[in-house]
């Protein structure tokens, strides 16, 4: 007798359409508000190998893992220091300290301008994407 092995695949669920436009509107928003503020801001999440700076993306998840969302993206040169250091056990080296000051100062950044341009915004409480932020109309 021959087993098959079933492969069991997921889909997310969408947001209605309607519901992923003004999620897009509201990214394209959020984009041009850090960009008057002078930060070079990516959109394509899928194409982030190498960009720098802020990224902000409209995710279509019907859950509580859609929305609109802004993180910083950091050199990966300084991400491979700090990951090696902590590999190492050493999270008391030079690269690992830069990386976390340059992490939360400019999470606290973002989400401070994005505040005084009017946007409701907040951490995103993802454990898998810490220093997220989450953006509400």
């Known amino acids: 007798m021959v087993q098959r092995q079933q492969v069991v695949m997921f889909e997310i669920k969408k947001a209605s359409e309607a519901e992923i436009a003004e999620r897009g509107d509201l990214a394209d928003k959020v984009a041009d508000a850090l960009a008057r503020a002078g930060f070079a801001v990516h959109r394509d999440l899928n194409d982030a190998s190498g960009a720098l700076g802020a990224m902000a993306w409209a995710d279509p998840a019907d859950d509580s ?32 300290k830069h990386f976390s000051t340059v992490t939360e100062q400019m999470y606290a950044a973002l989400l401070a301008i994005l505040t005084s341009a009017g946007f409701q915004s907040e951490d995103a409480d993802d454990d898998m994407s810490p220093y997220t932020i989450r953006v509400k109309g």
């Open 65 to 96: 893992g859609g929305g609109v969302f802004v993180r910083w993206l950091i050199d990966p040169a300084l991400s491979r220091a700090a990951v090696q250091s902590v590999q190492q056990g050493d999270v008391e080296s030079a690269a690992f």
